[in-house]
Structures are given as C-alpha cells and as structure tokens.
C-alpha cells in the first residue's frame, strides 16, 4: 500500500483506534474493580416496601411453567 489514504480508510483506522483505545480503558478499570464486602446491596421492590437484592432484580426469566400471577399471589400470601 502506498503512504495515502483515502478518505474513508482514514476514517475507518481512526474509529478502530478509538474503539481500541477505548476498550482498553474499559479493560484496565475492570481489573481494577473489587466488589464491596460485607452485605449484599438491596433495593426497595416497587410500592411493596419488600427488600430484595441487587442480583435479584429483573432475573425472572418467565421459564419453568410459573404464570406471573401465580408467583404473585405466593409472594402477597407469604408477606402477609
């Protein structure tokens, strides 16, 4: 290849070189990170006041044969 470019090969290699750039800061903070000790960090479920863990939160997955209102009707009977 020759010492030009052309406009778009230019463009091309400068967002590669973003994204790689980019990618590698994201890499280095991430080994950097240590999650919290102690307890699990909990959040408020809606109006219920129930308190349930981070990792609990949008984990259904609407598999297993459970119906939505099925599960709410055990969750209002044990909290009540």
Do not use: C, D, N, W
């Amino acid at each position: 290849m020759t010492g030009s470019y052309t406009r778009r090969e230019f463009l091309r290699r400068s967002a590669a070189g973003a994204a790689g750039a980019a990618l590698a800061k994201l890499e280095a903070e991430a080994a950097e990170f240590r999650p919290p000790a102690g307890k699990m960090p909990t959040r408020v479920l809606g109006k219920t006041g129930v308190k349930v863990g981070l990792m609990a939160l949008g984990g259904y997955s609407g598999r297993g044969g459970f119906s939505q209102r099925r599960i709410g009707r055990q969750v209002h009977s044990r909290l009540h």
